[in-house]
């Protein structure tokens, strides 16, 4: 099983970057897909998911009308846009892979995010 995530970097305060997380290893269209992130000196956190069968979506507060979770069950990858980027937006930000009917998780890497000018 593999997630790897790219599309990370520094951006300027209002800018925008887009998260890839590409899957291997597992029947990725059956899974829910998040992205969580982890700032220095905090807990790990869900900043978005997407099930599988219809892509119903979900985002934190902080993130909702900035930040849109898609995926592409053909090239077997997630991603996330986010828009509007702030400062407090920078951490790592972490692909997971989550089989509602078996439990099975799976963590990418992870990916850095500095939003800084």
């Known amino acids: 099983v593999q997630l790897v995530e790219s599309g990370g970097g520094l951006v300027q305060p209002g800018g925008s970057l887009r998260l890839s997380c590409a899957a291997s290893g597992f029947t990725f269209s059956s899974y829910t897909m998040s992205w969580y992130r982890q700032a220095p000196g905090k807990e790990r956190e869900l900043v978005a998911s997407i099930r599988s069968a219809g892509g119903t979506t979900n985002a934190a507060d902080s993130v909702k009308d900035r930040f849109t979770i898609s995926r592409d069950d053909v090239k077997k990858t997630v991603y996330l846009q986010m828009n509007s980027l702030k400062p407090e937006d920078t951490a790592v930000y972490y692909c997971?892979?989550?089989?509602?009917?078996?439990?099975?998780?799976?963590w990418g890497q992870g990916t850095q995010v500095t939003v800084s000018s």
């Open positions: 997971r892979a989550m089989s509602p009917y078996l439990g099975y998780i799976y």
